[in-house]
């Protein structure tokens, strides 16, 4: 079975940082793009970070350049998300997800969650 | 980044009625399209890839079609269960981006 765990959210104030963790499971994890994607509650959905299978491109949002890393531990199955000078514009629940990724012919198309960032003073 | 635009942003029909939601690509994006159905509180799940493929386990009631800059996701008849948000999005570039969201909403 597929699994995406993600931990590290909670509430953080103005300028701080936080460091989202994201554990897979139930796939060949290296085989895969994979994201970073928001929702503030009641709104839609924002892809905020990827990246591709061996860490050499990396792709973010206009809003989070400069301030967010995405990075990976293929060895260890696990996906992370830097968050540095935080925002409250950057409150959501974060997912870690393969997004339309292929196996076997079809679809593979994973999320996790969520994690939720508040970021407030 | 390649712009995602949906339309309707939201609609209301009756159980039995064919629903159409369009997207639109800022630019071409072969069949590189997938749809997804979120329900409150639950993270999305995947309707159709590739603009016109179901996954295994989606109804047939599910259909897509478009290439290009111009897609559309048809319900051919609405079900109660078929209420929630419905979100377009291009993987043409390994950075997705997703179309706003079509709330659809039983009468």
């Known amino acids: 079975e597929v699994q995406l765990v993600e931990s590290g959210g909670g509430l953080v104030q103005p300028g701080r940082s936080l460091r989202l963790s994201c554990a897979a499971s139930?796939?060949?994890?290296?085989?895969?793009?994979m994201h970073w994607v928001r929702q503030v509650p009641g709104k839609g959905l924002e892809c905020v970070a990827s990246?591709?299978?061996?860490?050499?491109?990396?792709a973010y949002v206009d809003s989070v350049k400069g301030r967010f890393t995405i990075s990976r531990d293929n060895a260890k199955r696990s996906l992370f998300l830097q968050m540095d000078r935080l925002r409250p514009e950057d409150t959501a629940l974060y997912y870690c997800?393969?997004?339309?990724?292929?196996?076997?012919?079809?679809?593979?198309?994973?999320w996790g969650q969520g994690t939720l960032v508040t970021v407030s003073s | 980044d390649i712009q995602m635009t949906q339309s309707p942003s939201s609609l209301s029909a009756s159980v039995g009625d064919r629903v159409t939601i369009t997207c639109r690509a800022s630019?071409?994006?072969?069949?590189?399209l997938g749809w997804y159905q979120q329900k409150p509180g639950k993270a999305p799940q995947l309707l159709i890839y590739?603009?016109?493929s179901l996954p295994s386990g989606v109804s047939s009631r599910f259909s897509g079609s478009g290439s290009g800059t111009e897609f559309t996701l048809t319900i051919s008849s609405l079900q109660a269960e078929d209420f929630g948000t419905y979100y377009c999005?291009?993987?043409?570039?390994?950075?997705?981006?997703f179309g706003q969201g079509t709330k659809v909403e039983i009468k």
């Open positions: 590739k603009a016109s």
């Open positions: 139930g796939f060949n994890f290296d085989d895969y793009v």
């Open positions: 999005q291009q993987y043409n570039s390994y950075f997705r981006t």
């Open positions: 630019q071409n994006i072969d069949r590189w």
């Open positions: 990246i591709t299978w061996n860490s050499d491109r990396k």
């Open positions: 997800a393969i997004l339309t990724g292929e196996l076997g012919g079809g679809a593979f198309d994973h």
